[in-house]
């Protein structure tokens, strides 16, 4: 492999020496290198979308309506998800050539430096049209960067788990999003509470983007320590889990790529519809303060986290593909009338919310990888990246946006109508896979 004859970087050395002693991999090793790596990108990803709705609209597009100002900050959130796939094809050359500790470490770098740049960004009134082009600029930067963090750690964890335990693993890096999302809630509630509103828009927003940053840092060494020993190394190339050409990987494996990208769409346009979303709308449309809202999603959020838990339960008593078929019928069903309840008061918000959290952490706990055992080794680790990219991209790219733009001008059951047509993706995806369906376990 070209990594073996190219000089690796200070960080990559360091942590060989650190772990120069040989020791069983244990999967719950791996799992925490999984846990710590998506809590702080996904930690990154909220900090970014609560400011879309609460900060971007009037410190970038202030010469627009409420309504307009929201709509293009939430164009400019989906610019990481449609750059996100070439980060991969870009990472994928750094990879091969020079190794996974160099190829995380520029990466992370690069989300890091993206998003402490936001918070130095000026707004409108001092730079125009600039301050637009510039956040689409970072936006861009980090779904790039986001393309390179690709660790291969979740793969790993995959094939190492025990075959009856396949879905309690699966789990695991799931756990990231509602822990991250948990965090930079708190913190926007703390900032919104402890400032004056103007303080709190004039430099009070920039604070979690420099906590992001740092929380970086610190991920990326935690995340080397662990993929760049000579004990995970062996083991990756154990299991072939070795990056492949990308030209290679999407040739012979295009069909499962496809179905594993629509596979999880249900519960990743869910993934939207009850995290940015609602926030969006409550903050638009009700006399809801943005702190209580943001209290009643940690709360939700936090159940969030034992749904995942339990999805990992039911999908080893049951199958895979049968918690994310039952819970794409269940998303299908709560589009049907559950997004009216955000406009029914503190109640409705706090019963739409937590009932949200609950279906969506029993199908969100499954959706990574649902068709990664389908993948040889050899392609296994390329091409869970880029199925991970395309899905996000198609199930949860544009869902604040179109979610957004449906209710306020048709309704809030338009934007479950959105939300039904990711059910509906899912179950034909999953009925299109039945030949294969046998690997889902």
Known sequence: MAADTVPTIQDERDANKMHGHSHAIAPSEIAIGVIIGRTSEFFDFFVYAIASVLIFPQLIFPYMDPLQGTLASFAIFSLAFIARPFGTAIFTYVDRAYGRGAKLTIALFMLGGATAAISFLPGHASIGGWAAILLATFRILQGIALGGSWDGLASLLAVNAPAHKRGWYAMIPQLGAPLGLIVASLLFLFLISALPAQDFLNWGWRYPFFVAFAINVVALFARLRIVVTPEYSALFEARELEVAPLSETIRTNWKIIVFGAFAPLAS????????????????????????????????????????IIAS????????????LGATAAAIAVFSAFAPTMLDAGESGEAMFMIAGFIILGLAFGQASGALSNNFVLRHRYTASALTSDLAWLFGAGFAPFIALWLSSQYGLLAAGGYLLSGAVGTLVALWLNRNLASTID
């Open 268 to 307: 990743f346009a869910m993934f939207h519809m009850v995290t940015v979303y609602p926030l969006s709308w409550v903050y638009l449309y009700t006399d809801e303060s943005p702190a209580r809202f943001l209290m009643i999603e940690t709360i939700a959020a936090a159940i969030g986290v034992v749904a």
């Open 312 to 323: 990992g339960v039911l999908a080893d008593r049951f199958g895979r593909r049968t918690v």
